[in-house]
């Protein structure tokens, strides 16, 4: 399966970059500029290109990404402290970020003659981000077959869609992913801060899958005391 793989230089798209070059034939990484509070976890998709030797592109989109305003990852607003389930984690989402990306990634398959657009979304995202739920998959693949009838037909191939991050992370290790070579903070200092909902739910995954966690954050603890916040 000729598969473009979504990826952001996170945790997650890193690993299915790793994963779909193992079990597939991967033809390149389509990262995006939205804007976002900072582009330096690109830096790492472009390294991930380098390393599994196939074209990386990154498609500029900001003028899109102005219009998306509100989030804390594309103004200037805080990023929170804390878990995923914890409602101020609301202010992290992109209206209809995925749809955007994925509707471009299927034009830019259709035109490479790509089988599939793979996206690492994952069971961790369904409660707060609503565009990285089963049924917008499902639906999305639906819309897209009807965009292409007759020219071509392509797979969204999501394969974490039901599964928990710390999944990625077995897997990613399965595949020698060099997780020390992502980045998933949001706030984009040196190092991870370990208190934003990406490192919380990054640090949380490795404990979960039982694999050392080699990434340096600012606070190493704090992960714990925003998992049982987060608990029903």
């Known amino acids: 399966m000729k598969t473009i793989v979504i ?19 991967l ?17 790492f998709a472009a390294a991930c290109a380098a390393r599994l030797q196939v074209p990386h592109q990154t498609i500029d989109i900001r003028d899109i990404g102005r219009s998306l305003s509100g989030s804390a990852l594309t103004d200037d607003v805080a990023v929170p402290d804390g878990h995923y389930a914890e409602e101020t984690m609301r202010i992290t989402v992109v209206p209809n970020r995925n749809a955007i990306m994925l509707a471009i990634a299927f034009g830019v398959a ?7 657009v793979a996206t690492a979304v994952h069971g961790g995202d369904h409660f707060i ?15 897209q077959r009807h965009a292409l009838e007759g020219y071509t037909d392509i ?8 599964r928990p991050k710390s999944a990625i992370v077995t897997d990613g290790a399965r ?22 909902g990406t490192c919380v739910e ?5 404990d979960l899958a039982g694999i050392a966690d080699p990434t340096i954050y600012e606070d190493v603890d704090f992960w714990r005391e925003a998992v049982q916040r987060g608990r029903p």
């Open 7 to 25: 990826c952001s230089g996170g945790l997650d798209s890193v690993s299915l970059a790793h994963m779909v070059a193992a079990e597939h034939e």
């Open 27 to 43: 033809l390149g990484l389509l990262s995006f500029d939205y804007g976002q509070r900072h582009r330096k976890e690109v830096t």
């Open 110 to 116: 259709a035109a490479r003659g790509a089988d599939a």
């Open 129 to 143: 981000y609503p565009d990285c739920r089963p049924g917008f998959i499902d639906a999305f693949q639906m819309m």
């Open 155 to 162: 797979t969204l191939f999501a394969p974490y869609v039901d």
């Open 175 to 196: 595949h020698g992913t060099p997780f020390e070579q992502t980045w998933s903070c949001y706030k984009g200092g040196e190092i991870h801060c370990g208190r934003c």
């Open 202 to 206: 990054r640090r949380e995954a490795f």
